[in-house]
């Protein structure tokens, strides 16, 4: 149980343009998700908190309108990396809370690796 | 001070042998207590969970927490080389949803 799906698990895209990374729970609900960046060697650093059918709450320093962010349904979020730049290249990792469960136990998607180039 | 705090490392154990890795955390109405290990290139994975003082053990794994000192540890044994990974101690705000990650200690089982 608790698996959490992550699709594309690899992108390259050119400069300018726009990536959308799928976080999906495949075994249970989650209202809530969130949106981790890893870079080489460096820790986790949330991104942003996904709520279900209300507007993500942004980390201090995310730019909200580079970052979009929709939790539309209880079992999928999505991540859109508008007009990418290279310094946007990253290891991307969506983690998700089972609704049902009562803990704050977090499950990882297997993350996604963005190069732009 | 930081929110939750991990040594770096690297921590070099001989196979074999018990690996102990710390984490101090700062809320004091933090009631869950989370180890995830993260092998390089791949996203963290959830391997113990803890709530009460005392020990849990699973397995080779044994988590032991300490709210008087807002101390959470995890132990090892018998180590072996696929223990050889980054070891992140995790702890959810009382007072939000989300979880604070420490920054990881890298762990090598040395043959």
Redesign the interface.
């Known amino acids: 149980g608790a698996v959490v799906s992550q699709h594309p698990s690899r992108v390259i895209c050119k400069s300018g343009t726009s990536v959308k990374i799928e976080c999906r729970s495949l075994d249970f609900q989650a209202t809530?998700m969130?949106w981790y960046r890893q870079f080489p060697k460096k820790?986790?650093m949330?991104m942003a908190?996904s709520n279900e059918g209300s507007k993500a709450t942004y980390e201090q320093g995310v730019e909200k309108d580079k970052f979009l962010i929709n939790h539309a349904s209880l079992t999928l979020s999505t991540l859109t990396v508008t007009s990418a730049h290279p310094e946007d290249s990253s290891f991307y990792?969506c983690s998700a809370?089972d609704s049902q469960s009562g803990?704050?136990?977090?499950?990882?998607?297997?993350?996604t690796r963005l190069t732009v180039t | 001070q930081k929110e939750v705090e991990q040594n770096s490392g690297p921590l070099s154990v001989p196979e074999g042998a018990i690996a102990s890795l710390n984490c101090t955390y700062s809320d004091r109405g933090s009631q869950?207590f989370?180890w995830?290990r993260q092998y390089s290139g791949?996203?963290?994975?959830?391997i113990m969970?803890i709530y009460s003082n005392g020990d849990k053990e699973d397995g080779r794994f044994t988590a032991q927490l300490n709210k008087a000192s807002q101390y959470v540890s995890l132990l090892i044994r018998d180590s072996q080389p696929s223990d050889s990974a980054t070891y992140?101690c995790?702890v959810?705000l009382s007072s939000a949803?989300?979880?604070i990650?420490?920054?990881?200690t890298r762990l090598s089982i040395r043959p």
Do not use: W
């Not at chain 1, 803990?103 to 993350?111: C, K």
């Open positions: 809530t969130f820790s986790l949330l908190t990792i809370r803990t704050y136990e977090q499950y990882f998607g297997p993350g | 869950s989370f995830y791949k996203s963290p994975e959830l969970s992140l995790a959810p949803s989300k979880i990650f420490g920054s990881g």
